[in-house]
């Protein structure tokens, strides 16, 4: 049966009735078409004038809740977004009636007691401190009178809630910054009455745990505020009692933790002394809570303990007296560090604690080197001691619990491994090469112990240690890494996990092979062996690359195993896509190092199997599975060839010396393999042209080609340009611009290739000219990639513009035309463009003339986005082009932005003449600080959309 339509009244007709029915629309009626009306509907009588009077009568007592708490929450809207429109005689009486609300719904219903307080508090906050300079004080009196017929409880459950929600509205109350401070002061101020009352309230023995607990969410609602530790310091206290109360457990310690964890409580030394006590007073419950599985507790306590350590360790190490103090504070976080169980099933508590020990290891090495030295006598046993800790929560589980574990849990462990890595690793910076010999005498000591043999948690765990350090740390003037290479192969691996972790820490240690090369022998075995275990893909293949791009030039004796091996899990298609990807980048990197006649044999059996499948395959009708085939196989071709480098480009960028063999002059064996391939990718092109993806899979074998070969490129220069230009002339794709970017980016200015370097780039930019003319807001990658090729050739070849064939005006409008594009990427390239462009105009004819005829075309574009036609987000860029205009057009620009600021309404309605006038003068004053320009065009921008002043342009 069809639903029917529901009408809703005209948008001007607000009245109780009509509010209802939407309400009862919004709430009740089955079609989500009728809901949406009626939420849309309900938005426009929130904020009309009729507001002031359905919401009282909708606050009725005969009224169902959810229409009472409608009548609220438009109260609220009306008091905090439109307090402007109140008149000030009126304040008194809004008052009194929110006042009298308040006790009516005081035993009613509690999220319209919420949502009345909540308006009253909103109505304080605008009134403070001038119009009601003693607002909380008023209140307490108020509900703390016998007026009215409310029994006590109920009386001070309200007051509690308005006293609870006022710090909270000033969170997100619409006030103006300096207006905002204000107040927050004077409700800081008015904390007297409050803070006296909570405690008299927490400490009566009668005061059922419904008060108790709504007195701990007031108190953690006010600390807040930054209110001084000293007047918190009872209320802490007995908070802290109130954790024997399971009730108020888990307030109390929101409590306790906000009101330690305040920036400003750390001036308070000597309250914060007096809290250490009180803390390690609660280790006897946190104990009692971990013996009996209690993880709330158990995870409340540390909250607790890790919030006075972590944002007090500087100040509490200072009380050099009182150190032992301290020291105990410390030793229980390590015991909520290590605590028992496996994280994330058993336990939650230790991740708390990880950043305390970054604060801690801070703080004492901050200290002048006298005073660090004492203090690293007490404090390296306790982070030694964390290690260990550290090395056992990594622990995995025995392998039946690890199997009933769900996949989420697996993860949350995976990354709370990662996070004790990162600590580790960190903790060496304090323990030094003295860690690394620690971890190798445990391992060494547990697997030669054949008495007791290890269990494989124990040994993965320590090896663990070691890859988290070495992978980041420079352990090469380390003496233990030797041993550990030779222990590596004596490694009894009969587990996953084990093996996973040894392949890592071999991968971790790759650099150190290539300065230590004798020892390669002692692990590559291990890491071949493992290539043909799909469950170990990721580790090994990613350690064998990492050992062919380190120790490329000490592989020889190895390589023709490494390309066997290699060759052969390819072929059994052991591993998935991306995998294999980078095990054609590691073949890649060991053939680099080879004799240019070894590297082709080698090439030859590598790729001879996949280019006999890529032309069986060009030969068949397109589809998607042999479409997926295609892009594979060229894939591994790209990443083969990204790393094949056999002049060693990246070695002379890094500046590195290596042990280079000698050049043979000749052709490049990429070259070579790309020339007899040649034919077959155009032959792939011509069915697959009009496929996005294998069109940019034939883009990227070039392009990554040529990135690596650089001027070895050179003999493929002609033919590759012919083919791109028939490529892009069919269907022009980004792609195929990116890779025409990259070919003027290397061989522009080279005299031999510039004829057929300049006849793509005039046929790429003609042709994306007629797609601009058919309308190109469908491609916007295109757009983004032709104004990135444009930006490039002014850098690398201006004369590319000096063509008669290039039509500038044309190019100008379509950047012009791309400065409207809602994509970002698109308009940050074009805004490059034309900032390049600009500065030019003096040495390119063509570009000096259509500045002088259209720039005040561009500079009304820009000006366009500036006034809220762009996102803020790209403020920057256009700021760059009004930076370049006033550097190198400013006779123009002094005319052009006087006349185009004159127009009304320009660039946007909400900004005034004089505003405009001021902004076209400062832009035209700054010349040299591009800093400056940005600032005014951010500053002028919000002015233009009308949140100059606001909060949310803060944000």
């Known amino acids: 049966m069809e639903q029917r339509r529901e009408t809703l009244p005209d948008s001007l007709d607000f009245t109780v009735e009509n509010v209802e029915k939407a309400l009862h629309q919004l709430y009740y009626d089955p079609n989500i078409e009728n809901k949406n009306l009626a939420q849309k509907w309900l938005m426009q ?10 919401s009282w009568v909708l606050l009725s007592a005969d009224k169902v809740p959810e229409i009472q708490y409608f009548g609220a929450s438009a109260l609220h809207i009306k008091i905090s977004r439109y307090w402007s429109d109140i008149p000030t005689d009126q ?9 009298s609300q308040i006790t009516s719904f005081a035993t009613g219903s509690k999220i319209v007691l919420t949502r009345l307080c909540v308006a009253l508090a909103s109505l304080a906050l605008n009134m403070m401190p001038d119009s009601w300079p003693c607002a909380v004080s008023d209140m307490v009196c108020m509900f703390q009178e016998n007026g009215s017929n409310l029994d006590g409880r109920a009386r001070c459950l309200a007051l509690l809630e308005l006293l609870t929600v006022l710090p909270e509205e000033i969170q997100t109350i619409r006030l103006p910054q300096y207006r905002k401070g204000q107040v927050r002061n004077a409700l800081t101020q008015e904390s007297g009455p409050v803070f006296p009352l909570l405690l008299q309230l927490l400490q009566q023995r009668e005061s059922p745990s419904s008060i108790k607990q709504k007195v701990l969410k007031c108190f953690s609602s006010w600390v807040q505020l930054d209110i001084p530790l000293t007047q918190c310091e009872n209320l802490i206290q007995v908070a802290l009692v109130s954790l024997q109360d399971a009730e108020l457990f888990d307030t109390a310690v929101e409590a306790v933790v906000n009101a330690i964890s305040q920036p400003d409580a750390q001036r308070y030394v000597n309250t914060l002394l007096k809290l250490i006590p009180q803390v390690l007073a609660l280790q006897d419950q946190l104990r009692q809570a971990v013996q009996n599985g209690d993880m709330e507790t158990s995870h409340g306590i540390c909250r607790i303990a890790v919030a006075l350590g972590e944002n007090h360790s500087r100040v509490l190490l200072d009380q050099v007296e009182h150190w032992q103090d301290f020291l105990s504070l410390v030793n ?22 990880l950043t305390f020990w970054y ?12 005073k660090q030295a004492v203090y690293l006598q007490i404090y390296r046993p306790v982070y030694f001691q964390l290690v260990d800790v550290l090395l056992h929560k990594a622990q995995f589980p025995s392998d039946e619990d690890y199997s009933s574990w769900s996949s989420d849990e697996k993860e949350q462990f995976r990354i709370y491994r990662v996070d004790i890595s990162d600590t580790l690793m960190y903790v060496y910076e304090m323990l030094g090469t003295e860690l690394l010999s620690n971890l190798y005498d445990k391992l060494g000591r547990l697997l030669t112990d054949t008495d007791h043999p290890a269990s494989w948690q124990h040994t993965e765990a320590l090896l663990y240690g070691f890859q988290s350090i070495t992978e980041t740390i420079d352990v090469n003037y380390s003496d233990v890494i030797p041993g550990l290479i030779g222990l590596i192969p004596r490694i009894s691996i009969n587990n996953l996990q084990l093996a996973d972790t040894v392949m890592f820490t071999i991968g971790a240690l790759a650099e150190w092979l290539a300065d230590h090369p004798v020892m390669i022998n002692s692990v590559l075995p291990l890491v071949l062996h493992a290539l043909g275990n799909p469950e170990l893909s990721i580790s090994s293949v990613s350690t064998l690359k990492k050992i062919c791009r380190e120790c490329k030039y000490d592989l020889l004796p190895y390589a023709a195993n490494i390309v066997s091996v290699c060759q052969d899990v390819l072929m059994k298609q052991i591993h998935k896509t991306s995998q294999c990807m980078w095990l054609m980048q590691a073949l890649g990197f060991l053939l680099s190092t080879l004799q240019v006649e070894e590297i082709l044999k080698n090439l030859h059996s590598l790729i001879s199997p996949y280019i006999q499948q890529l032309e069986t395959l060009a030969d068949e009708t397109p589809n998607s599975s042999n479409k997926m085939a295609i892009i594979h196989i060229l894939g591994l071709l790209s990443n083969l060839f990204a790393t094949l480098d056999i002049s060693h480009h990246d070695d002379d960028l890094e500046g590195t ?18 020339q007899q391939v040649f034919q077959l990718i155009q032959k792939v092109l011509s069915k697959w042209l009009n496929d996005a993806q294998v069109v940019e899979a034939v883009c990227a074998i070039f392009e990554k080609s040529v990135k690596t070969l650089l001027d070895d490129f050179a003999p493929m220069v002609p033919q590759l340009c012919e083919m791109l230009g028939q490529m892009y002339s069919t269907i022009p794709q980004a792609s195929a611009i990116d890779l025409t970017r990259q070919m003027v980016h290397i061989f522009a200015n080279e005299p031999t290739h510039f004829p057929p370097i300049k006849a793509l780039f005039l046929l790429v930019t003609s042709v994306t000219l007629n797609l601009f003319h058919q309308g190109p807001r469908d491609h916007p990658d295109i757009v983004d990639s032709f104004m990135q090729l444009l930006t490039q050739a002014l850098r690398r070849k201006p004369d590319l513009f000096l063509s008669e064939s290039l039509d500038m005006k044309a190019i100008f409008h379509c950047g012009i035309l791309s400065l409207k594009f809602p994509e970002a990427p698109t308009v940050k390239a074009c805004c490059m463009f034309f900032a390049e462009l600009l500065q030019r105009c003096g040495d390119i004819a063509p570009a000096g003339q259509v500045v002088h005829e259209e720039g005040r075309l561009l500079l009304q574009t820009v000006l366009e986005g500036i006034g809220g036609q762009a996102s803020r987000l790209l403020m920057d860029q256009f700021a760059d082009i009004l930076f370049v205009l006033n550097k190198h057009c400013f006779s123009y620009l002094s005319i052009w932005i006087k006349e185009v600021m004159q127009q009304q309404g320009f660039p946007s309605s909400r900004v005034t003449q004089e505003q405009k006038n001021t902004f076209a003068q400062q832009i035209l004053r700054v010349r040299v600080n591009k800093r400056r320009v940005k600032e005014m065009v951010k500053e002028f921008t919000l002015i233009c959309r009308g949140l100059h002043g606001t909060e949310y342009a803060a944000d």
Request: charged share 15%.
């Open 332 to 353: 229980m976080i390590m015991f909520c560090t290590g605590i028992p169980g496996h994280y994330p099933v058993n336990e939650t508590t230790s991740s708390l604690t």
């Open 91 to 99: 304040y008194d009486s809004l008052k009194s009636q929110l006042f």
């Open 657 to 674: 010396e290596v042990k280079k063999q000698p050049l043979v002059p000749g052709p490049n064996p990429v070259v070579m393999v790309l």
């Open 45 to 54: 009588a929130q904020i009309s004038s009729q507001a002031w009077q359905f």
């Open 359 to 370: 604060t801690l290891q801070d703080d004492i090495m901050s200290f002048e080197t006298e």
